[in-house]
């Protein structure tokens, strides 16, 4: 079990820098609601900020426009990269391949799934009937050959080796999988046929996004950093969509639609609700005993008690292994595997200081102005500028209170 516990171990670089460019954070100009105030003071017909628009419209020109965000020129990038890493493995492997080549080239991670961001990897891996001896260092020989400038990092010592390589303005990550029946590998299958299904809600792949990038401005994206990859968090985002799809139904209330509303736009009315649910439910994460699990998991609950205990089983005496942190993130399809485990008390704490900080831009009230800044439809429209921003040090004493007060209230 110990391997199939390391299947999510590596590190998810998604939004940490600015590969493409250009103006990361578009402004936009919010409608205003068609319901008036008078000001008696200037006499002059003012009108109210309508913050619901605001926000969509904003998150909308966000994904559209930003260079972190996928769109139709990266896209044709990355699959010409994809095809010219692909031929170099069918090429140095290919003695190795004894059936189909394409089956022994596996995909699998948020670019096949449709979760991608611009800084995204490609997860590959390659499996064989046999172990290849000397697999990384034979790649490693093969690519350099192609492209001298190319940056290898083998990272060995890790409990699923894996080989990090930047070619082509991409990163790549490459594991190596044998044998029969092999469980790691299934483990991939399942997850990637459940998270394409998914997929298919564009409002999904707009919050697991927004919640990557945000994750990465806030160092708060990967096993090495004692925090959680993406999979534990598109966990976490879709037992909020299960609460809130099952609290629309149980008081028949449901996002209205307009006749000639898009896919899109529907997409982004809900994300706008999803992800302020995400960030307030998890403000407190780790506070009490609670398990999080996805709405469609096949792993079934035997209670909280007996469902901690059996996802403590594989917990380490050091830290990094989520030891203490209450923190217990269900795996949809392997039982003992807790997605939290590499979470440690000191890192917990600095990922519900993240969430409450989160919490705090997106669903005040009114938000808080910036550098002179005074109009509230402007400030709104900087809101999800706001939460992708790397957070500067010193801010975090302030943002902490606001964790103690919740938890105190």
């Known amino acids: 079990m110990d391997l199939l516990a390391s299947a999510y ?12 460019g250009g103006d990361v954070h578009p402004q936009v100009n919010c409608k205003r609601s068609p319901d008036c105030e008078l000001d008696e003071g200037s006499k002059k017909r003012t009108k109210k900020i309508d913050r619901k628009t605001c926000l969509e419209e904003s998150l909308l020109q966000l994904s559209q426009t930003s260079p972190l965000f996928p769109s139709v020129d990266l896209e044709q990038r990355r699959k010409t990269a994809w095809v010219w890493f692909q031929r170099l493995l069918l090429q140095e492997f290919q003695s190795e391949f004894s059936s189909s080549p394409e089956d022994h080239v596996q995909l699998f991670g948020s670019w096949v799934c449709n979760m991608w961001v611009a800084s995204s990897d490609f997860d590959v891996n390659i499996f064989t009937e046999c172990r290849i001896p000397k697999v990384f260092l034979r790649l490693k020989h093969a690519l350099l050959a192609q492209e001298p400038t190319s940056a290898v990092d083998i990272v060995a010592s890790a409990r699923v080796p894996v080989m990090k390589i930047k070619a082509r303005g991409f990163n790549f990550d490459v594991t190596h999988e044998f044998g029969n029946d092999n469980l790691v590998v299934k483990h991939h299958a399942q997850v990637r046929e459940w998270a394409q299904r998914w997929a298919e809600d564009e409002s999904i792949c707009l919050c697991i996004r927004i919640i990557k990038l945000w994750a ?5 994206h990967s096993a090495t950093s004692s925090t959680l990859n993406s999979m534990g968090y598109l966990v976490m985002l879709l037992s909020v969509v299960g609460r809130c799809t099952r609290e629309a139904r149980a008081s028949h209330n449901t996002i209205q639609e307009a006749a000639d509303q898009d896919k899109m736009t529907r997409a982004v009315q809900k994300a706008v609700i999803y992800l302020g649910r995400f960030f307030a439910d998890y403000a407190t994460l780790g506070v009490g005993r609670h398990v999080i699990t996805a709405p469609d ?9 007996l469902d901690i205990l059996r996802l403590s089983r594989e917990v380490g005496s050091s830290d990094g292994t989520g030891k203490g942190t209450s923190l217990f993130i269900q ?3 392997i039982p003992e595997v807790n997605l939290g485990r590499f979470v440690d008390r000191s890192s917990l704490k600095r990922l519900r200081l993240a969430l409450s900080r989160a919490d705090s831009i997106l669903n005040a009230q009114e938000p808080a102005p910036e550098r002179g800044g005074s109009d509230s439809e402007e400030r709104w429209s900087t809101v999800w500028q706001q939460l992708l921003t790397p957070v ?13 007060r919740r938890v105190r209230a």
């Open 9 to 20: 171990d590596d590190d998810d670089e998604e939004g940490e820098e600015d590969t493409q």
């Open 216 to 220: 990465g401005a806030n160092k708060v």
């Open 297 to 305: 998991s096949a792993v079934q609950s035997e209670g909280t008690e």
């Open 331 to 333: 795996d949809p399809f």
């Open 392 to 404: 500067e040090p010193d801010s975090d004493a302030t943002s902490l209170n606001l964790v103690v």
